[in-house]
């Protein structure tokens, strides 16, 4: 079955460590997104790529940082700079080349910072 | 800057109520609006996508409609039920070109038996 995976599903962090959040889609989509949800805030963008090797940053990017190395591929590294990381992350993609530009969702990921 | 807003926050009814949820955007150069519903913990389900071309899309008890030159949509919900019981977020792409969702902040829905 074609979709979004995201791992792990939840991670405990202590304060200065970094962490990679995984997500890889079998949907031959070309864009990915990284959002991250916080309660009451709804979704907000923290980076996006829209080809292989190309990424943009969205409105909340500082202390994160992330890489596009395979289309199937686009995984989130949360710094030891990120101030306030504890939250939920969601990874999205879609396809560029339609006219319908729906949006597809993974589970997320929940991240804690001890 | 566009930004998009939900009302209302959260909304309690009975079941079998039609309601309707509102969102609203400031920008109307959009590509298209989806509707999405969020299970507590869970990601998104995409339930509705309009394109900006188009005026309404339904699938079985739900249909949005899109406005944009009042920059509004609506999620109508026909015979409400205790599974509808979720968070309803609405996102708007656009303009064209460019690849940017952004969110509304949701209604969390519960829908009393």
């Known amino acids: 079955d074609g979709g979004i995976t995201q791992s792990p599903k939840y991670l405990f962090r202590k304060e200065g460590q970094n962490v990679t959040l995984s997500c890889e889609q079998n949907?031959?989509?070309?864009?990915m997104y990284w959002y991250r949800q916080d309660p009451g805030q709804g979704l907000r963008l923290i980076y996006y790529?829209?080809?292989?090797?190309?990424?943009q940053k969205g409105d909340i990017a500082e202390g994160y940082s992330v890489s596009r190395e395979k289309k199937e591929s686009f995984p989130l590294t949360v710094t030891s700079a990120q101030k306030n990381p504890t939250a939920f992350y969601l990874c999205?993609?879609?396809?560029?080349?339609?006219?319908?530009?729906?949006?597809?969702f993974g589970e997320g990921s929940r991240l804690t910072v001890l | 800057k566009q930004e998009v807003t939900q009302i209302p926050a959260a909304l309690s009814v009975p079941e079998g109520e039609n309601l309707v949820l509102n969102c609203s955007f400031t920008?109307?150069?959009?590509?298209?609006l989806q509707w999405f519903r969020q299970d507590p913990g869970k990601g998104l389900t995409s339930l509705l996508l309009?394109?900006?071309?188009?005026r309404e899309q339904t699938s079985g008890r739900l249909n949005a409609s899109l406005d944009k030159s009042s920059g509004r949509s609506t999620l109508y919900i026909a015979a409400s039920q205790p599974g509808d019981s979720a968070t309803y977020l609405c996102?708007?792409?656009?303009?064209?070109?460019?690849?940017?969702?952004?969110f509304g902040t949701g209604t969390r829905l519960k829908v009393l038996a």
């Open positions: 309009i394109q900006s071309s188009q």
């Open positions: 996102a708007v792409r656009g303009p064209v070109g460019t690849y940017k969702y952004i």
């Open positions: 999205a993609s879609t396809r560029r080349d339609t006219n319908t530009g729906e949006l597809f």
């Open positions: 790529s829209q080809i292989v090797n190309d990424f």
């Open positions: 920008d109307s150069a959009i590509y298209n």
């Open positions: 949907l031959n989509h070309d864009a």
